[in-house]
C-alpha cells in the first residue's frame, strides 16, 4: 500500500506522479494500548514520521481494548457510568468513545441502506415510542421505520414535543411552551429513506391521524394500510400488544427491544436521556448492533461497498 504524507504542509505534497518514494519504512513500535507491533514509516521531505493508524479515525486512542465491548454493553441495557465502572475506565472516556462509535455506526448504517439501493424495501412498518430529555416534562417522540419480517430498522427521527395530560401545566409553567416537532421528523425521516424503498411499497401504521398525509406525500404510489392500536399484553409491556395476531408485530417487537436494551428506554428507569444528541447517538449505536447481530442475517446482503465502488459497477 501506498501512503502520502499526512502533514498538510509538506513540500512532497505538491510532487507530482503517483509515486510515493520519498516515504520509506522506518522501524515499527509497540502500541501497548492494544499490545501490537505498529509499522513507522517516514517522510524523506519533511522527515516526519507516520504510521498506519495516523489515517485512522482511532488514532490516538489509549485505551482500545474497550471500543469492543463498551459497544456490545451500551446495546444490552448497562448506563455509561456502569460500564466506565466494569471497564475500569474514566466517565469521560465512555463519553469520548462513545461518539466514536455513534460515528462508526452511522456509517455502519449508511452501508446497509447503500444495500437496500438495490433490494428495495416492499413492506415497511411506522410508528413512535415515547421518551424524554432530563424530566418528563420535556418529552420526546422516537419515530422509526423497521423493515417487516427482517425487523431491520431502516431509519428513526427524534422529535421535542409538549408535555400530556396532567404535566401540561406544570410543564408550561416551568419550562414555557414546547415546539411539537413531530410532523417535520416524520416527514424528514420518511424522505430520507425514499430511497430505499419500493415506490409500491405497502405501509403499516396505527390510526394516528397524522400519518396518512406524510405518508401520502412521500409515498405516492404506496399503500398505506391502518391498524387499530391495542393494549398491552401486561402492565408496563406497551408494545407488545394483547392482540391474537398484531399487523405491526415487527414494529411493536423491535420498540420492545429498544426498551429492553437501552437502559434510558427502560420503563420505570432511572437513567435518563440529557442531551438529544446523547440519545440520537445511542441509538445510532443501537441500530448498527439491531441490524447485525439481533436480526437475522440476511444471506444477500453484501457489506462494506463504497458508493464510489458501486457506480464504477453499474
Ligand atoms: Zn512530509
Not at 121 to 130: C, G, K, R, V
Not at 188 to 195: D, I, R, T
Request: aromatic share 8%.
Amino acid at each position: 500500500m501506498k501512503y502520502s504524507c499526512p502533514d498538510p504542509k509538506c513540500p512532497s505534497r505538491d510532487l507530482h506522479g503517483p509515486d510515493s518514494e520519498h516515504i520509506i519504512r522506518f522501524g515499527t513500535f509497540f502500541r501497548k494500548s492494544d499490545s501490537r507491533h505498529i509499522d513507522r514509516f517516514r517522510c524523506q521531505v519533511c522527515k516526519g514520521t507516520f504510521s498506519r493508524s495516523s489515517f485512522l479515525p482511532n488514532y490516538h486512542q489509549k485505551a482500545r481494548r474497550i471500543t469492543q465491548p463498551l459497544n456490545e454493553l451500551l446495546c444490552s441495557g448497562v448506563s455509561q457510568r456502569r460500564a466506565a465502572m466494569l471497564l475500569g475506565v474514566a466517565r469521560t472516556t465512555i463519553s469520548r468513545r462513545v461518539r466514536y462509535l455513534a460515528e462508526k455506526g452511522r456509517r455502519r448504517n449508511e452501508r446497509h441502506l447503500h444495500y437496500l439501493e438495490r433490494h428495495p424495501a416492499m413492506e415497511l412498518q411506522i410508528d413512535d415510542l415515547e421518551t424524554h430529555e432530563h424530566t418528563k416534562c420535556k418529552p420526546l417522540s422516537v419515530s422509526l421505520v423497521v423493515q417487516a419480517k427482517t425487523r431491520k430498522i431502516l431509519g428513526f427521527r427524534v422529535s421535542r414535543m409538549p408535555a400530556k395530560g396532567r404535566l401540561s401545566k406544570i410543564a408550561l409553567e416551568k419550562y414555557g411552551p414546547r415546539p411539537d416537532e413531530r410532523k417535520a421528523g416524520w416527514a424528514n425521516l420518511l424522505s430520507s429513506v425514499k430511497a430505499y424503498v419500493s415506490p409500491s411499497a405497502t405501509i403499516t401504521s396505527d390510526d394516528n391521524p397524522n400519518y396518512p398525509k406524510v405518508v401520502r406525500r412521500c409515498f405516492p404510489d404506496a399503500t398505506h394500510v391502518t391498524v387499530k392500536g391495542g393494549r398491552g399484553a401486561i402492565t408496563g409491556q406497551g408494545e407488545l400488544k394483547k392482540l391474537k395476531f398484531d399487523p405491526i408485530f415487527s414494529l411493536n417487537h423491535t420498540c420492545a427491544m429498544l426498551r429492553a436494551n437501552l437502559n434510558r428506554l427502560f420503563r420505570r428507569t432511572w437513567c435518563t436521556t440529557k442531551t438529544i444528541q446523547g440519545l440520537i447517538n445511542h441509538l445510532t449505536i443501537y441500530v448498527a448492533f439491531h441490524n447485525r447481530r439481533l436480526t437475522k442475517f440476511d444471506p444477500d446482503f453484501e457489506p462494506a461497498v463504497s458508493p464510489a465502488t458501486a457506480i464504477a459497477a453499474s
